[in-house]
């Protein structure tokens, strides 16, 4: 007899050139929330990938209800009742959002897709999340924070005995953050069990029941959730981590970037500001104000109607993102997958994404140059990897954002803009993202950073500019922002020009 829904022994998973996990116990009950707590790269996502028959164990057995259990495939793990919400979305962008919510078991009528039901279904999956989607518009048109409300819609629509969450709140502003923990409770309470990978330690001890630390692809602790968070730092990195915001101020030079009067009508408007060399410049605000429109303006990717940008005293072009690239700005966007990353070449080819495409333009490129610098830039953030030749899609996510930042240090952009940088990060290669930036900023770049966590915001910014509504509505120095004061201009509440 037992209590446990899910018994995990032993598990083993080899790679070429990585061990993912080396050896992983792991029980969950009905109605717990069991935590999944580690580094990138530790193998929580491998792990769970083998709960839902995405991949085969080397070693090692699962147990469901008692039994020795066979996942082998999606279809085994849902006969078991199992879900999973995967860190890297499962959905199709250019399908509709009904169609998501019903990959591959539509409704049917005398075997023809039944699209009034889909639509209907979709629109009660939706209300259960408090989504305010079109069943019928494509997902891509959602972003981000949505399309992962879908996912979970999508989760829920299967009824599951057993749910797996990979970081379901690092996309999530706080306000959904909440309604998902609504919806997690709520399931809590019929039993359902819940597997909940998060790099947000507050989160544990707020949603968690237990948590399975992992370390080296091996579990190496069970602890409850209200578990001290520098213990469970401890846990999962084997140190504890001083100091989370480490900022070091630099001189201040020039201005890099000036941005005047930016506007695109209906997104954002009269958007001025400049960051300086030596400067990191935060850019605070909720979530749909703006914030994310305005630099992809500033970057080329998407049109402006009126306004200028320069960079080092010079115009750009506007929506060239070449000619962005050329004149030393880079971005780092909040969508890695989307637009950071191709995901099918190498870590090596990703680094040097911008560098070659530099050299072959101007007609020499020197490869050896090139690897030696993409090690060293991969050395410097720590990316695991089982080398420079590996496919940057079997990277974990964490490690993925890594090469998104490092693809701009090798081309040494003077202007950095940072969209959620630490998104996914641990919290210890957190710590080392920030010493970059302070390093970046010692040798005269200049760092624009859009940053959802508040504390971060606060922790590295020299400056602080607030957004509500495609306008900025306050300018705040490192002394005065404060989580108050940032957030009062937010929401808009004060400066406003009514
Ligand atoms: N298909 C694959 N091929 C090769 N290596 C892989 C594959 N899938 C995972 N790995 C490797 O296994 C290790 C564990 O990765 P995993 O994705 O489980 O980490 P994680 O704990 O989820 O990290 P993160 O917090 O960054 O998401 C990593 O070194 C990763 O590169
Ligand atoms: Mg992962």
């Not at 001290?228 to 970037?257: F, H, K, N």
């Not at 050896?368 to 990316?383: I, N, P, S």
């Not at 030749?389 to 964490?398: A, D, I, K, M, N």
């Amino acid at each position: 007899m037992t209590e446990e829904i899910l018994r995990v022994r032993g598990l083993r998973k080899r790679f070429p050139g990585v061990v993912a996990l080396d050896g992983v116990d792991f029980d969950l009950r009905p109605g717990e929330v069991h935590v999944l707590l580690g580094e990138n790269g530790a193998g929580k996502s491998t792990l769970i990938k083998m709960l839902s028959g995405a991949y085969h164990p080397d070693e090692g057995q699962i147990f469901v209800d008692g039994r020795e259990a066979a996942i082998r495939t999606a279809e085994d793990a849902q006969r078991h009742g199992v879900a999973t919400i995967y860190q890297e979305f499962n959905l199709v962008p250019q399908l509709t959002v009904a169609e998501n919510l019903m990959l591959g078991r539509p409704p049917r009528r005398f075997g023809i897709v039944d699209k009034k039901a889909m639509y209907r279904h979709a629109r009660e999956l939706l209300d259960r999340v408090g989504v305010d989607a079109d069943p019928r518009a494509p997902l891509e048109s959602l972003g981000i924070a949505r399309m992962q409300m879908v996912e979970i819609a999508k989760a829920l629509g299967l009824r599951a005995r057993v749910l797996i969450m990979d970081e379901p709140t690092a996309v999530l502003t706080t306000s959904e953050v909440e309604r998902l923990f609504a919806i997690v409770r709520q399931l809590k309470r019929q039993g359902v069990a819940i597997v909940f990978i998060t790099h947000h330690l507050e989160e544990i001890a707020q949603i968690g029941d237990r948590v399975t630390v992992l370390r080296d692809g091996a579990s190496v602790a069970e602890v409850p959730a209200d578990t001290p968070e520098d213990e469970l730092v401890r846990l999962m990195v084997g140190r504890s981590i001083e100091q989370q915001y480490p900022r070091e101020r630099s001189t201040q030079g020039a201005p890099l970037l000036e941005v005047r009067n930016l506007t695109r009508e209906g997104v954002f408007e009269d958007v001025s500001f400049e960051v300086r060399a030596g400067e990191v410049v935060g850019l605070a605000g909720l979530v749909g104000a703006g914030r994310t429109e305005v630099v992809r303006a500033i970057f080329g990717a998407d049109p402006y109607d009126s306004g200028e940008v320069l960079v080092d005293g010079r115009p750009l072009p506007r929506g060239k993102v070449t000619a962005a690239m050329e004149a030393g700005l880079g971005l780092v966007p909040e969508d890695r997958k989307g637009q950071g990353l191709v995901l099918g070449a190498s870590i090596r080819e990703n680094l040097g994404l911008v560098t070659m495409r530099r050299a072959t333009k101007a007609g020499f490129v020197d490869r050896a140059g090139q690897a030696k610098a993409a090690a060293r830039v991969a050395e410097q953030l720590g990316v695991r990897m089982s080398g420079l030749g590996q496919e940057v899609r079997t990277l974990s996510g964490g490690n993925q954002q890594k090469v998104v930042i490092g693809k701009w240090l090798l081309a040494d952009a003077k202007v950095l803009i940072l969209d959620e940088p630490t998104r996914g990060i641990d919290v210890g290669a957190k710590v080392e993202i920030y010493q970059l930036i302070n390093s970046l900023t010692a040798g005269g770049h200049a760092v624009l950073m859009i940053s959802s966590d508040l504390p971060e915001v606060l922790g590295m910014s020299d400056r602080v500019l607030v957004m509500a509504r495609g306008r900025l509505t306050g300018e705040l120095s490192a002394a005065e922002a404060t989580q108050d004061s940032v957030m009062a201009l937010a929401v808009g509440e004060l400066e406003e020009t009514a």
